[in-house]
């Protein structure tokens, strides 16, 4: 088999649907191609002259490669990417040819119908309009799909009124705050040659595959993207067996082509392996400035779902597709550096005496513990309520875990003002001749942490697998942003640099420590103490949802330009929209499930059954088992019919409740309940009915049959 299969050349291959710099130094007059470089590194507009011949250059190269459309490439509130696709056909001359057109005006401004995306009222059908903006610091690229080569310009969304009605406007709003912010501390510090300071980001990102058609057995995979109801299998993820297992042939065929997909995209792919759960998966890029990575990330998930088709599977990007095993998470690597090389989370041989790195921290600390109400907020979705605080992953509260070494350091300047000494890693000893020893980190890891320091960077863990990176890196942006301003507020005006700023570090410390916690996330224990600590514990997306309109997040958010207090207001209305109506939709497909596909067919079964036992009767056997089976199924079918006539009402009555605020919370805490009365009944029956009667496949069929 090795040797029939092709052997690809990476280095090639990656980038080539991409219009990098150096395409466009090649395609470009030198002077076109500078001022497209001024827009990117100093911001502001490229002439109409200019943007034509870009996107002269661009459409050339696109048309050159297969590419029959373009498309200005958005991410709307829906948390996924947006694409209306125009050819480049234009109308013929008098003799009926036509010529290729893109003008520098398609290429920055798209004019998409905004009524029928998410606006939470900031748009009405009748004034619909809502512009797309090329985002000239994310490269054009090209889509291979079944629609054939698209050229894809990522592009920000905004209303006619300048609302942001995307994810990334605000995402670039961050960057600039944090760009700002963060030089005003290295220019404290004497630093006068960094000239930006950016946000990067590595998404890792988890996932399922599933067997295609036995997915498209599935109303509940198909709809809502999740199992309604399933039995656990007999085996699930106990032995440990899966994680960092051998790759098997089918998956590790995906794996192949989704590299070589991501590759031509320019995307960094890196690493890949197996996850927890059966059936589940992981890849990682290497990190990339914030707002590329986050495109990157929506490039990753389409492609991971489009890959899976051709190998006849589906890929599951859900928070929790399967109950009692693992859910798939989207661990968000976070630091910034500047554009000449320094990392401000690197601490250095000796972190003590790293006085930039501990204000950096103590801001960190300070910006995590003020407003852990909106991190919690920007990682939530109704996907990801089933998977935060249940034991697997990071749980509902914030804190941060910075291991033995900073903790210590943290604990000195706390308890005296000054740190003068810092663990070291020391050397593990392999205790075999012939291994290496290895010189070990001064701090192990913690996997239950939802925001964990590891090494340069914050890992915050709490984010969802299906949702887009840009909320969870804009907040954090956000808040670390005024962290920093505070501080150079303060320290600009001291008189001496030095001692204010031992102070301040110290000062934030002391105030801010009880946001530090190095245990263990999942334990009961942390719940109380949390408690007792003050930290904010917030179960569900729909009740972490309001923190975006405190006081405090709106003058967080205002300051820096990053959201009006409408656009906040409006992103709040969404939340309660998108919940209900996915809670709706997840009761809709387990009535049909439920009164469609498992009642009938457990009804089949006891019908089987009663005809066994009136012949066993006639044939003068005790049909002892027969009627044990019998009474049993029975009465769980009653239960079942129960659950779903009270689920069906219920249904009703949230139907009629006007606000959606009301709405999402009776869906929480009425309807919610009661779909887990349905399914409990239902599970019960399925580990009792013949498997040839059940109506779908299950949890079985589904991770271990892939
Ligand atoms: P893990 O063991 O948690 O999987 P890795 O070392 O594999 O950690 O890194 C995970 C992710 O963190 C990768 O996407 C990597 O590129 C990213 N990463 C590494 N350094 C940084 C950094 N300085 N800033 C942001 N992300 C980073
Ligand atoms: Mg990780």
């Known amino acids: 088999m090795s040797e029939t299969r092709e052997k690809i050349n990476v280095e090639e291959l990656y980038g080539r649907n991409v219009f990098t710099l150096s395409k466009m130094r090649a395609a470009l007059p030198k002077k076109v191609y500078e001022n497209v470089r001024k827009v990117m590194e100093e911001g502001g507009d490229l002439s109409r002259r200019d943007a034509d011949v870009v996107a002269k250059a661009m459409k050339d190269w696109a048309v050159e490669n297969g590419a029959t459309h373009y498309t200005h490439w958005f991410q709307p509130l829906t948390g ?15 003799d009926g040819r036509m010529l290729m057109g893109f003008s520098g005006k398609d290429l920055i401004k798209g004019e998409p119908d905004a009524s029928s995306f998410p606006s939470g ?16 610091t994310s490269p054009a690229f090209l889509k291979e ?26 995402l670039l709003r961050s960057m600039q705050a944090i760009n700002t912010q963060a030089l005003r501390i290295l220019r404290l510090f004497g630093n006068t040659t960094s000239r930006r300071v950016r946000a990067s980001v590595g998404a890792e990102q988890e996932y399922f595959l599933v067997n295609r058609d036995k997915y498209l057995q599935r109303q509940d995979l198909i709809f809502t993207g999740r199992t309604l109801f399933g039995a656990a299998a007999p085996k699930g993820q106990e032995m440990e067996d899966h994680y960092f297992g051998v790759i098997r042939e089918r998956v590790g065929a995906f794996m192949k082509d989704l590299n070589e997909e991501l590759w031509k995209l320019g995307v960094p792919a890196k690493t890949q392996h197996n996850e927890v759960a059966p059936a589940q998966h992981e890849l990682a890029p290497i990190y990339e400035e914030a707002n590329l990575a986050t495109d990157h990330n929506q490039l990753v998930m389409e492609t991971m779902k489009r890959i899976a088709i051709y190998h006849n599977m589906r890929c599951l990007l859900h928070e929790k597709p399967f109950e009692g095993v693992n859910g798939s998470g989207k661990h968000n690597n976070w630091s910034l550096s500047t554009d000449d090389g320094i990392n401000l989370l690197e601490p250095g041989a000796s972190p003590e005496q790293n006085t930039q790195f501990l204000l950096v921290l103590a801001c960190i600390l300070k910006a995590v513990d003020t ?32 291991g033995q070494q900073l903790e210590d350091v943290v604990r000195q300047l706390v308890e005296t003002g000054s740190a003068d000494s810092h663990i070291e890693g020391g050397v593990l000893r392999t205790g075999v001749s012939t291994l290496p020893d290895i010189n070990k980190d001064a701090t192990d890891r913690n996997r239950t942490s939802p925001f964990a320091y590891t090494g340069n960077k914050f890992e915050f863990r709490m984010v969802g697998a299906a949702d887009s990176c840009a909320s969870p890196i804009t907040t954090i942006n956000a808040i670390v942003a005024e962290a920093f301003c505070e501080a150079a507020d303060r320290l ?3 008189e001496d640099f030095d001692q204010a700023v031992q102070a301040l570090i110290t000062e934030y410390m002391t105030r801010h420590q009880r946001i530090i916690f190095s245990g263990n996330g999942y334990s009961e224990e942390w719940l109380a103490e949390a408690e007792r600590r003050g930290l904010p514990n917030i179960a569900t997306t729909i009740e972490a949802a309001s923190a975006l309109t405190t006081r405090k997040a709106v003058r967080l958010f205002e300051t820096f330009g990053i959201f009006t207090e409408t656009e906040l207001a409006s992103r709040e209305e969404i939340i ?9 939709i997840e009761v809709l497909t387990m009535q049909d499930m439920a009164g469609k596909q498992i009642l009938p067919a457990c009804m089949r079964y006891a019908r089987n059954l009663a005809e066994t036992v009136l012949a066993l009767r006639e044939a003068g056997v005790e049909p002892a088992a027969e009627v044990q089976r019998l009474t049993a199924v029975n009465s769980l079918i009653n239960e079942a019919q129960a659950a779903l006539d009270l689920l069906t009402e219920a249904e009703d009555r949230a139907g009629r409740i006007a606000g959606a605020r009301e709405r999402a919370f009776f869906y929480k805490d009425i309807v919610k309940p009661l779909m887990a009365d349905l399914r409990t009944p239902c599970d019960r029956l399925e580990r009792i009915v013949d498997k040839r009667m059940w109506p779908f496949p299950t949890y079985e069929d589904l991770m271990f049959e892939v």
């Open 371 to 402: 407003h852990a109400d909106l991190l919690r907020q920007s990682a939530s979705d109704v996907g990801n309520d089933l998977r935060l605080g249940a034991h697997e992953a990071p749980p509902a509260i914030v804190s941060v875990f910075l």
């Open 145 to 170: 799909s079944g629609t054939g080569v698209t050229l894809c310009i990522p592009t920000a969304f905004c209303s006619y009124t300048g609302e942001a009605l995307d994810k990334k406007t605000p």
């Open 576 to 584: 309660y929209d998108t919940y209900a109506k996915t809670i709706n």
């Open 80 to 94: 996924i990417t947006a694409e209306k696709h125009d050819s480049f056909v234009s109308t013929p001359d008098d």
């Open 121 to 136: 009222g900031l748009r009405s059908t009748f004034e619909a309009r809502g512009y797309t903006a090329w985002d000239i």
């Open 492 to 494: 600009e005006a001291a």
